[in-house]
C-alpha cells in the first residue's frame, strides 16, 4: 500500500518529533494524578469512592473517543482530530488546574481522556507522509518517546505534587496540550482523508458510547457496588443489549462506525481476542508490582518503599519495551506479525511463572517488570500489522480502535478479577486487610494463564500475507504498545487505589 499524497508542513525529522512529544504528553496524562490519590478525599472534601470518578471519568471517554474520533480521522484526515484532541485535553486541563471541588475535576479528567486517540491518529499521520524508508524508524522514535513519558511519569508527578501545590500537575498538563495543539496546527500535514466516504453515523455512534459505558463503568465499579447488586447485574444486562442493537444496527446503516464484517473476519476476530487476552495478563504487573513495593516491611513481604521509589523500581519496564522495538521489528520482517504475537505472549507468561519467586525484593520486581514489559511490547507490537494486513485501508484507523478498544475491556476485566482476588485472600496488619503473599502469587498465576491462552490463539490466526503493512508495523505497533502498558499502569491502577479507600 502505498503512501498518501501529503502537502508536507514540516521536515520529516521535525514531524516524527512533534508527534514523539504529543505521544509522551499522552503517556504522562496517564499517571499524572496517581500521586494525589491518597489525597484527594481530603484536598476535595468527599469520599474514596467518589474521588474515583476522577479517573473513571478519563477511563470512560478515552473508551468512547477512541473509535469516534478515529472514524473521523479516516474520513476527513488526521490533522484537524489531532488538534482537536488537543484542544480538549487543554480545556480540560485547565477546569482541573482552577477548582477545589469534585464534581470540576471529574469533568476536566474526563475531558482529558480526549487525548488518547492522539497515539491511533499521530501512528496514521506517520504512516502516510513519511517515504517508506523511514516508517519503522519513525515508529522506533515514537516507542521510544512513549516509553520514557510512560516510564518518568510516575516519579515525576510524585515530585511534583510534594514539592508544588496539587493544582501545578494540571497546569503542566494545560501547557502540554497547549504546546501540542500549536504545533499540530503548524507543522503536521493535511492528509488526504483514507475514507472517500464522509457520511458518519450518529446512531452508531450514540449506541457504541452508551454501550461502552455500561459494560466498563460496572467492570471498573463491580468490586465496590457487589458483582450480584442489582446496580452491577442491570448494567450488564443493559449493555448486552445496547449492543445487540448496535450490532443489528451496523449491518444495515451505509455507513458504519464498526465495519462488522470486517470485524469479524477471522484475522481480525482472532486478534482482537488475543488482545483481550494480553491486555488481561499485562495488567498484573501494574497492580501487584506497586502494592508490594509499597507495603509496610513489618508485614514480613512488603518492601516499604516510598512512592517515589516505586516508580523509579517499575520505571525500567518502559525501558525494556523500549528495547524490544528493534528485536520485534527484525522478526516480523522474517517471519511475520503472528510469530512475533506467540512469542510475546509467550514471554509474559514465562516473566509471570518465574516472577512468583521473585516477590522478596525491589530486584526482584524491577526483573518481573523488564521481563513482562519486553514481552508486552513484542505482543503488541504485532497487533496492528495483523489488522492492517487484514482490513481494508479506508477502516485503518475505526479498525485499529477497535483493537485498542478490546485492549481496554482486557485490562478492566483483569482489573476487576485481580482486585478480586487479592481481596479474598489476605492477611490481618494494624487492623486492616491486606492482600496476603498467596494472593499475588495466584494473581500471577491467573495473569500467566491468560498470557498463555493469548500464545494459543494467535496460533489459530491465519498467516498474514507480505506486504507494506507487514514489514513496516512492527515499531508503530510498539508506540500503541507503549501508550497501552503505561494507560493501565496509570489509570486503572489510580481506580484500584481509589476505590479500595473508605
Known amino acids: 500500500m502505498p503512501n498518501q499524497p501529503a502537502r508536507r508542513s514540516a521536515p520529516d ?39 474515583s470518578w476522577t479517573i473513571t471519568a478519563t477511563l470512560l471517554t478515552g473508551a468512547v473517543a477512541t473509535p469516534m474520533l478515529g472514524r473521523l480521522g479516516d474520513m476527513f484526515g488526521p490533522k484537524w482530530i489531532l ?30 481522556g480526549f487525548g488518547a486517540p492522539v497515539i491511533p491518529l499521530g501512528i496514521s499521520v506517520l504512516r502516510a507522509a513519511l517515504p517508506p524508508e523511514r516508517v519503522a524508524s519513525a515508529m522506533g522514535l515514537m516507542s521510544a518517546s512513549l516509553g520514557v513519558g510512560g516510564a518518568l511519569g510516575l516519579p515525576l508527578s510524585a515530585v511534583i505534587a510534594e514539592q508544588f501545590n496539587w493544582h501545578a500537575l494540571f497546569w503542566c498538563a ?56 442489582a446496580t452491577t447485574l442491570g448494567m450488564f444486562a443493559a449493555a448486552v443489549a445496547t449492543f445487540s442493537v448496535f450490532t443489528w444496527w451496523q449491518y444495515r446503516v451505509p455507513s458504519p462506525i464498526v465495519d462488522m464484517r470486517t470485524t469479524l473476519k477471522r484475522p481480525v476476530l482472532l486478534t482482537n481476542l488475543a488482545s483481550i487476552a494480553v491486555g488481561f495478563g499485562m495488567f498484573a504487573l501494574s497492580l501487584v508490582g506497586p502494592q508490594l513495593l509499597e507495603m509496610p516491611r513489618e508485614t514480613g513481604f512488603g518492601l516499604g518503599q516510598s512512592m517515589i521509589a516505586t516508580g523509579l523500581w517499575m ?7 523500549m528495547a524490544a522495538a528493534p528485536v520485534a521489528a527484525r522478526v516480523v520482517s522474517a517471519r511475520g506479525p503472528k510469530i512475533v504475537l506467540v512469542i510475546g505472549s509467550a514471554i509474559i507468561a514465562v516473566g509471570y511463572l518465574a516472577g512468583t519467586l521473585m516477590l522478596g525484593s525491589p530486584v526482584g520486581l524491577m526483573v518481573l517488570g523488564l521481563i513482562v514489559s ?6 503488541f507490537a504485532a497487533l496492528p500489522a495483523l489488522i492492517n494486513a487484514a482490513v481494508p485501508v479506508s477502516e485503518t484507523a475505526s479498525a485499529n480502535s477497535i483493537n485498542s478498544l478490546a485492549r481496554s475491556l482486557g485490562t478492566s476485566t483483569s482489573s476487576a478479577v485481580m482486585t478480586a482476588v487479592l481481596a479474598q485472600m489476605t492477611i490481618t496488619f494494624a487492623g486492616h486487610a491486606l492482600p496476603s503473599p498467596a494472593g499475588f502469587r495466584t494473581a500471577l498465576l491467573i495473569a500467566a494463564a491468560a498470557a498463555a491462552g493469548a500464545a494459543l490463539i494467535a496460533l489459530a490466526i491465519p ?40
Open 13 to 51: 525529522g521535525l514531524l516524527i518529533a512533534v508527534l514523539a512529544a504529543a505521544g509522551i504528553s499522552v503517556s504522562l496524562m496517564q499517571t499524572l494524578i496517581i500521586p494525589l490519590i491518597p489525597q484527594l478525599p481530603t484536598l476535595l472534601d468527599t469520599t474514596g469512592a467518589n474521588a
Open 83 to 112: 488538534v482537536l484532541c488537543a484542544v480538549l485535553l487543554f480545556i480540560g486541563s485547565v477546569i482541573a488546574a482552577m477548582t477545589t471541588s469534585l464534581i470540576p475535576l471529574i469533568i476536566g479528567r474526563g475531558l482529558q
Open 315 to 321: 520505571a525500567p519496564g518502559g525501558l525494556a519495551m
Open 174 to 229: 494545560a501547557a502540554l496540550g497547549l504546546a501540542s495543539g500549536i504545533l499540530f496546527v503548524l507543522l503536521v500535514p493535511d492528509l488526504e482523508p483514507v475514507s472517500a466516504d464522509h457520511r458518519f453515523d450518529p446512531v452508531g455512534a450514540v449506541t457504541l458510547g452508551i454501550g461502552l459505558v455500561l459494560l466498563l463503568l460496572p467492570i471498573s465499579k463491580g468490586a465496590m457496588w457487589g458483582w450480584t447488586s
Open 463 to 502: 498467516k498474514a500475507p507480505a506486504g507494506r503493512d507487514v514489514v513496516e508495523e512492527p515499531a508503530e505497533a510498539l508506540s500503541e504498545a507503549a501508550e497501552r502498558l503505561m494507560s493501565e499502569r496509570g489509570d486503572l491502577v489510580a481506580v484500584e487505589l481509589a476505590d479500595q479507600r473508605p
Open 374 to 379: 519486553f514481552g508486552v511490547g513484542f505482543a
